[in-house]
């Protein structure tokens, strides 16, 4: 049959390699070239990944501990914040939204290609039959675990890069929330103190009025202006409650959104080192096979 295609064994090198041949001699396209063990032609054996998914693991581990760090409960936000305006954080925040968006750009390059890779190796067992040859079929299978990894480390890397950075704003938003309740909260006591301490003067003024015989409904319309003035501080300080209760519950639901990141971090992290456990279970079962052919 003209279309059918042909797995042919070829002696080369210092082994055994399997090529996936089309009736005329091409190879499949996408396909390396494997041995019987189904490591690539004239390559040693190995699991080690390449360098950039290697620098988009540790930087993947860096921002899972940077997201545990930022969500350690007996560093308040008031502190993270004095961090965050230092000289050598305003540095590099100087820098930082070139960094960001070009750091963004490159995990969703590389997840595309993650991606791409998943499609091309998944549509190889259903184009091309490998029943017959187990190498092979293991060469693939290695591959397509492979680009599964990496999608999966850029996509967290990905997503650790947007919670890491909502979860910096919500700190700072808190901190602020919080210095300005405080100030809020000392100018409504300033006022009410004030507001007490010329409620205090009027009534002893109005006491020693009467002790002298001066009717206070006779004084003059200064005293008037004076009752304006209590009323007015009185306004005052009942806008600066309000204000005061308004800012606390901008607080709290700061807090609370502080909160959620927090428990969504904590759940990213256990998805992440339970798809680590996978990955060394699969690596375990890669392997085993592998030391039985060697022997």
């Given amino acids: 049959m003209t279309t059918a295609l042909l797995v042919a064994l070829v002696a080369g090198g210092g ?15 996408g396909v390396e070239v494997v041995d019987a063990v189904g490591d690539p032609a ?3 054996s190995s699991t080690a990944m390449s360098l950039q998914w290697t620098a988009v693991a540790t930087f993947l581990y860096a921002e899972v501990f940077a997201v545990l760090l930022l969500c350690v409960p007996f560093i308040s936000a008031t502190r993270w914040q004095k961090i965050f305006r230092s ?9 930082g939204n070139t960094f960001f968006i070009v750091l963004i750009v490159i995990l969703i390059l ?6 791409r890779e998943i499609r091309k ?10 029943q017959h040859s187990p190498g092979a079929l293991e060469h693939v299978h290695m591959k397509l675990f492979r680009a599964q990894r990496n999608l999966y480390l850029a996509g967290f890397a990905l997503l650790l890069s947007f919670l890491l950075r909502r979860l910096v704003t919500l700190l ?12 809020f909260r000392k100018q409504a006591e300033g006022a009410s103190e004030a507001a007490k301490r010329y409620m205090e ?25 004076a009752q304006e003035e209590n009323e007015t501080l009185k306004v005052k300080v009942q806008k600066l409650k309000d204000e005061l209760a308004t800012s606390k519950r901008t607080l709290e639901k700061a807090e609370n959104e502080v909160q959620a990141m927090r428990c969504q971090a904590e759940g990213l992290t256990k998805e992440y080192d339970r798809l680590l456990e996978e990955h060394a279970k699969l690596q375990a079962e890669h392997s085993g096979p592998k030391d039985k052919k060697e022997e």
């Fill in 15 to 29: 082994g055994a390699s399997l090529h996936f041949l089309f009736p005329g001699g091409g190879a499949w396209p």
């Fill in 42 to 44: 004239g390559t040693p």
């Fill in 87 to 95: 000289r050598l954080v305003r540095a590099v925040v100087t820098y």
């Fill in 110 to 115: 590389l997840l595309i290609d993650a991606v």
């Fill in 121 to 130: 190796y998944d549509e190889v067992p259903e184009k091309v039959s490998l």
């Fill in 172 to 183: 700072s938003q808190q901190a602020s929330l919080q210095a300005s309740n405080e100030a």
């Fill in 201 to 225: 003067d009027n009534d002893c003024l109005k006491k020693q009025l009467k002790l002298a015989g001066v009717d206070v409904a006779e004084l003059p319309p200064k005293d008037v202006g």
